[in-house]
């Protein structure tokens, strides 16, 4: 199989880069290898678009579950801060 | 003073319990670590330089501990993998590395965000996100959540680079595949 080829067919190495290409730059022949690639695969671009949604869905994720705001009871609480007292005195 | 140990439960103990629960689905062991982190921190309140804040200094403490469990249930998963009890990985690329045909992604009308508040999704994206093995989660949302560099992550989880964009990029496809399959 030709080197061109290669790329084209690879999936498996495309979706690679895509991810990789999310946190950090990609060499130059990586950049290359991912840009061809996608020009003839509508998988990978889906992929693509479906790779950076799900990260930024992810994110508001945490955000939201923070923003919930699930609380400790009271006991547990009190008895908490009367263990850092305790350690505090001794 | 900069620190207030006498404050501590009732200005951050709610967040430091929000903080872990996020990140460890299990309420009994989120209380349990902001209860180490707090005891851990009264140890080392002579070491707090007031560099950052009361609460990010405790936050940092409890990621500590977080990673801590991480590579704990790691671990763990380890063993099981070793006794074939772990679920086998699909793969989702044939041998020349194209999609196979049952695996190839489809349009599921989450490529426009716009259409994205539902709260259904999320809870199918957090029931996906719960499926990954503990070290693709702590891995993915050390990076994209935790924003922390690369290298910080692969020396806190022990793992090579290699294997960490490795990781990264299953991770993704099992989230996806996931989300595909539940979401229509």
Redesign the interface.
């Known amino acids: 199989m030709s080197y061109l080829k290669k790329i084209i067919h690879n999936c498996k190495q495309a979706t690679y880069l895509i991810e990789k290409k999310s946190t950090t730059r990609l060499n130059f022949r990586e950049t290359i290898e991912l840009r061809i690639h996608l020009l003839g695969c509508s998988f990978c671009r889906i992929f693509s678009k479906q790779s950076r949604v799900i990260n930024m869905m992810v994110k508001e994720l945490f955000k939201s579950a923070m923003q919930a705001n699930p609380r400790l009871d009271d006991t547990f609480k009190k008895e908490l801060q009367d263990r850092i007292e305790e350690e505090l005195n001794k | 003073m900069l620190l207030n140990?006498?404050q501590?439960?009732?200005s951050h103990?709610?967040y430091l319990?929000?903080?872990a629960?996020?990140r460890i689905n299990d309420e009994e062991l989120a209380?349990d670590l902001?209860?180490e982190t707090?005891?851990a921190a009264?140890q080392k309140v002579d070491g707090f330089e007031g560099k950052s804040s009361e609460r990010t200094w405790l936050t940092a403490i409890l990621k500590n501990k977080i990673i801590d469990v991480y590579r704990k249930k790691a671990q763990g998963l380890k063993t099981l993998d070793n006794e074939k009890q772990g679920t086998p990985e699909v793969d989702?690329?044939g041998e020349?590395?194209?999609?196979k045909a049952e695996h190839?992604?489809?349009?599921?009308g989450?490529?426009d965000?716009d259409h994205?508040v539902s709260k259904e999704?999320?809870q199918i994206?957090?029931q996906c996100?719960q499926r990954l093995p503990v070290l693709w989660k702590a891995v993915?949302?050390m990076?994209?959540?935790d924003e922390e560099a690369?290298d910080a992550i692969c020396a806190e989880l022990k793992v090579t680079a290699s294997n960490f964009?490795v990781i990264?990029?299953r991770a993704?496809?099992n989230?996806?595949a996931c989300?595909q399959k539940n979401w229509i």
Not at chain 2, 96 to 99: E, I, K, L, P, R
Not at chain 2, 104 to 108: A, L, Q, T
């Open positions: 140990p006498h501590w439960v009732s103990a709610d319990y929000a903080f629960i996020t209380r902001v209860q707090f005891l009264l989702f690329f020349d590395g194209h999609w190839g992604p489809k349009e599921i989450m490529e965000r994205l999704f999320e994206l957090q996100m993915f949302t990076k994209h959540i690369t964009w990264i990029h993704k496809l989230l996806r989300l």
